[in-house]
């Protein structure tokens, strides 16, 4: 994959990162429960680098799917910055066009995919 194509690629990951960000927040401040208020509350005072870490004691990805994708985006932006995007994470083989296409934040090949 050439450098425009991850370029791209990057760029499609960080825009619906701040678009799940933004209903993730939206989701916990209508919440009913107090907690995810406070959560809401927390997370617009602080750093959106620092969202997961605050994020990862206090739910769980059942509850929030948005969290779910929130952690995959943020992985696939981690692996373009160390060079390992468009790998499988577990068996390093190179991802087909189509998986990328259909899922840019997608982290494994097809082989691999049914282990999780």
Not at 87 to 104: G, I, N, V
Request: with cysteine; aromatic share 6%.
């Amino acid at each position: 994959m050439n450098t425009k194509q991850t370029g791209n690629y990057q760029l499609k990951l960080k825009n619906e990162l701040e678009c799940v960000r933004d209903q993730f927040l939206s989701e916990l401040k209508q919440s009913k429960h107090p907690y995810t208020g406070e959560l809401a509350l927390l997370l617009e005072k602080s750093s959106p680098n620092e969202w997961l870490d605050l994020i990862a004691s206090k739910l769980s990805s059942e509850q929030f799917p948005r969290y779910r994708r929130l952690v995959q985006l943020e992985a696939a932006l981690c692996q373009i910055e160390i060079g390992q995007f468009g790998y499988c994470c577990d068996c390093e083989a190179p991802l087909s066009k189509e998986e990328l296409q259909q899922d840019a934040a997608t982290q494994r090949c097809h082989r691999c995919r049914p282990k999780n």
